[in-house]
């Protein structure tokens, strides 16, 4: 059974829709009081969502000001590709004689609903489909402490930047980006581990430069 987000939760996802439709600009201030009117619900939740966003680096908090939306330029972004590549290999390594048939479906059926997601120009699913697609395996990895490593930067990388939504040339990458996770599907079945360090390495280091030229 699916679990139910909280309300601090659906918060949050409703504040990251909002940056990665442009809604919300980096440097842009947020404050409880704009959520409050915009939401209809209590303060509680949004306080909580706010704290979790700071967390994940997608808001910062200025003492005396509020909260505002974290600018991240494309150097910091890039550095931080390079980590998570590393920390990601690694994962694929320790999960790679764990995963199990259903395993590989539910990262098939990611793979064909990022295709539905891209065709639609739904860059906030697509976004949100390929984090899904990388947990089926890191979340068999076995090491909770790189799974929590690995969320704080995904998480904050991809969404504090607005990586998919607010970069030039995107629609084109990302379609390429989907054929690098079938790939990565094929090369797990097969348990070609230096293919698939190869493979994730450049996935998450040359897409982003990809990306980055066509700007």
């Not at 704009?34 to 910062?60: H, K, M, N, Y």
């Not at 076995?142 to 995107?170: C, D």
Request: glycine letters at 4%; one cysteine or more; proline letters at 1%.
């Amino acid at each position: 059974m699916k679990k139910l987000k909280t309300i601090s939760e659906q918060v949050y996802d409703y504040v990251i829709e909002k940056i990665m439709n442009g809604e919300l600009k980096p440097g842009q201030k947020i404050t409880e009081t704009d959520l409050l009117q915009e939401l209809d619900i209590s303060r509680t939740p949004i306080r909580d969502a706010f704290l979790s966003l700071v967390s994940d680096g997608v808001l910062i908090s200025v003492p005396r000001k509020g909260y505002f939306v974290r600018e991240y330029d494309d150097e910091t972004a890039l550095l931080d590709w390079h980590i998570i590549a590393r920390l990601d290999t690694y994962a694929a390594e320790l999960a790679l004689e764990h995963l199990k048939e259903e395993d590989y479906q539910a990262m098939q059926e990611c793979i064909e609903q990022m295709d539905l997601a891209l065709d639609a120009g739904d860059t906030f699913a697509y976004n949100e489909l390929q984090h899904k697609f990388h947990d089926i395996y890191l979340n068999k990895c076995g090491n909770k402490r790189l799974i929590e490593l690995l969320h704080t930067l995904l998480y904050g990388a991809s969404r504090a930047s607005v990586f998919l939504s607010m970069m030039n040339g995107v629609e084109v990458t990302t379609k390429i980006i989907n054929e690098e996770h079938k790939k990565i599907l094929e090369l797990f079945k097969k348990k070609e581990l230096a293919d698939l360090t190869k493979c994730l390495t450049l996935h998450w280091t040359a897409s982003s430069y990809e990306i980055k030229e066509e700007q």
